[in-house]
């Protein structure tokens, strides 16, 4: 909870101050790569617990409104070690001069150290984000989503904070 107030905080603040430019960073032949921090609800055997984690984002834009992307998570505390690695498509609509939203599918795995064997498990999603520029090439990328085991059952839901840098 505590992030997204502070993400929707730092919205409202770039929101207001922004300056008259227009973002150059979705277009086609363009790539991003992005830093953040989540705050995820696990749904694990009736026990709901919060993890706070950390990822990195590759994305290269086939089309003005097209991206797919790379992101791999990592969350490490005293007893356990979760790691996720995400492959996802990135559909971009609406998109104003400073304020770009999209929607993501995505696939990948997941493993975790206190599961048997360090099994890996596979793991799909759908979530919703939206870029704020601040310049023509960097964003404040805000994020929501959740995630399913073998489409089947609800394993996380998500909110994300990310600085987002936009070249070709």
Known sequence: ????????LIFLTLHASST?????????GNSR????????KKYNDNNNEFNIKTDVVYGKFLTDNSEVSLKIQDST???????KVDVSYNYYFLKQPTLTPYVSVELGIAGDTQLD???VID????????HHFFTETLA?????????????????????????????
């Not at 909870?1 to 929707?8: L, P, Y």
């Not at 008259?20 to 086609?28: A, D, L, P, S």
């Not at 505390?77 to 790691?83: G, L």
């Open 77 to 83: 505390d005293f007893q356990e070690h979760v790691y």
């Open 20 to 28: 008259m430019f227009e973002q150059n960073g979705v277009k086609k």
């Open 140 to 168: 404040l990328t805000l994020e929501t989503g959740i995630d399913f085991t073998q489409l089947k059952r609800l394993t996380e839901q998500y909110t994300t904070i990310r600085l987002t840098y936009f070249f070709n």
């Open 123 to 130: 793991e799909e999603g759908v979530s919703i984000g939206m």
């Open 1 to 8: 909870m505590f992030i997204r107030v502070v993400a929707i």
């Open 117 to 119: 064997n360090d099994s």
């Open 33 to 40: 790569i992005s830093l953040g921090i989540s705050q995820e």
